[in-house]
Nanobody, 119 residues
Framework: QVQLVESGGGSVQAGGSLRLSCTAS????????MGWYRQAPGEQRELVAR???????NYADSVKGRFTITRVNGQNTVYLQMNRLKPEDTAVYYC?????????????WGQGTQVTVSS
């Protein structure tokens, strides 16, 4: 059974930094894409950053220039470096991975990690 294991959430003051990590456990091939989503209380889950194998990452406008997503080459491990954090970044952050299962795809989700930014 494949699981995405996240770590690195926590509480920080505005302007601070956090680094989230996500690693897949279980038997699975290389994911076609990995990324991070977040969900604040009362809000819908939204894309934060995503990276496709062999392609450049893409970011939500609200985090461009502050967050950086990186993926270890050839591995199902992804990081999200979050700098200059703002109170509006407070949310549960979820790791997401996409596996190709032709003719379609299959998605996995982590359990979520809380990020709290105080002003």
């Amino acid at each position: 059974q494949v699981q995405l294991v996240e770590s690195g959430g926590g509480s920080v003051q505005a302007g601070g930094s956090l680094r989230l990590s996500c690693t897949a456990s279980g038997s699975v091939g290389l994911f076609a894409a990995m990324g991070w989503y977040r969900q604040a209380p009362g809000e819908q889950r939204e894309l934060v950053a995503r990276i496709f194998a062999g392609d450049s990452p893409n970011y939500a406008d609200s985090v461009k220039g502050r967050f950086t997503i990186t993926r270890v080459n050839g591995q199902n491990t992804v990081y999200l470096q979050m700098n200059r954090l703002k109170p509006e970044d407070t949310a549960v952050y979820y790791c997401n991975a996409v596996e190709l299962r032709l003719p379609g795809t299959f998605g996995y989700w982590g359990q979520g990690t809380q990020v709290t930014v105080s002003s």
